[in-house]
């Protein structure tokens, strides 16, 4: 997939650039942000953007404040963080429109950068508004979108302002994706193996039949796991699973029988009374006791598992194999995702919790790629076009 990407933009210095980028991280309670990876990934197209003296305005949205202004979805703390990781000034505008945003944008020189307040406020965002589109393209000269994160959805920043600009380019963040998502839709190094996990089976049913399509191998961990298992006749107890889920993943057991491709499923657990870690836990095989709750995979599981991984040249991994935020629950989530760094092959992440439980065991730099974008990557993966990569012109 060849966009044009900043790289292609020959002449920024000067230009007014509306930079639409990802900067959706958590907050606590009192506004400080508990993770900012999406602000640190979107760094190297602003500080090449600056470098080269352009006048930036970056667009972000935040949360779901539901189109109307909600301070504890303000991106002042965002401004600050950044203000902080590029050590130079970052102005904020607390309108994206009209005259304090206009005045703003007049006041920048090459090289500065602006914030606009969250674009969620205006519900035109949402709704791709044609005339809130044409104005946000005339107060600025180049488009460039490095929010892949974002990129799933047709809103006026990621898709209606980019077509006022012939030239919409994409920024590192918003290449790499691409760069490496399509390698694995497309012809990637094999084997190709998949690890799927997380809690919501519907979101990511989907994504496993596509996964058992395009690679060689899919292990499956987390919540999801039991209902594959409940359809497969085991007993799993309390645990999370979705009925209406059941037909679907019978349908994607079949395909794997079908395509000839190995499904792996959980042989042991670590299970416990209560979703806590005050509550006694202990290892059990396939079937669960009744009144208990599969809450990890077990230690002949992170063994199978470990050794499935063996060989692979290329590794997508999505979802934890637990409930890694409790620490009784961690060792199948971390043995994996250890497991993934130590691989010579391409290896991807994708997902809010994985990338988290790959920071916390400090191994994000042994990965080849960590994947921004949770939606985006994966409707990206199961053959979906993105409408703000549509936008974009092509090279
Ligand atoms: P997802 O967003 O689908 O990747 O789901 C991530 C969430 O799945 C995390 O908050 C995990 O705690 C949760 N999860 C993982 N394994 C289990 C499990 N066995 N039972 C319930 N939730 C789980």
Redesign the pocket.
Known sequence: MNKLSIDDLKKVKGKRIFLRVDFNVPLDANQNITDNTRIKAALPTIRNLIKRGARLILVSHMGRPEGKRDESFSLKPVAEELERLLDQHVSFSPDVLGPIAQSAIDCLKDGDCLLMENIRFYPEESANDPQFAKEMASMVDLYVNDAFGAAHRAHASTVGVSKYFENAACGYLMKKELEFLSKLVGNPPRPFYSII?????K??IKLVSRLIEISDKVIV??????TFLKVKGFSIGK??FDNDSLKIVQDTIELADKLKKELLLPID?VVAKE?NDECTFMAVERNIPDDY????IGPKTIEMYKNALKGAQTIFW?????????KN?QRG?FEVASEVSKSDGITVVG????VEAINRIGMAGAMSHISTG?GASLEFLEGHKLPGIEALADQ
Do not use: R
Not at 197 to 201: A, H, P, S
Not at 221 to 226: D, F, K, N, S, V
């Open positions: 996990g997380g809690g919501k089976i979101d990511k961990g987390g919540g999801m796991a039991y645990s999370v657990h979703f709750i599969g809450l990890d999505n979802g934890p194999m637990g409930v890694f935020e409790l629950f989530t997902g809010g919790d994985s949770g």
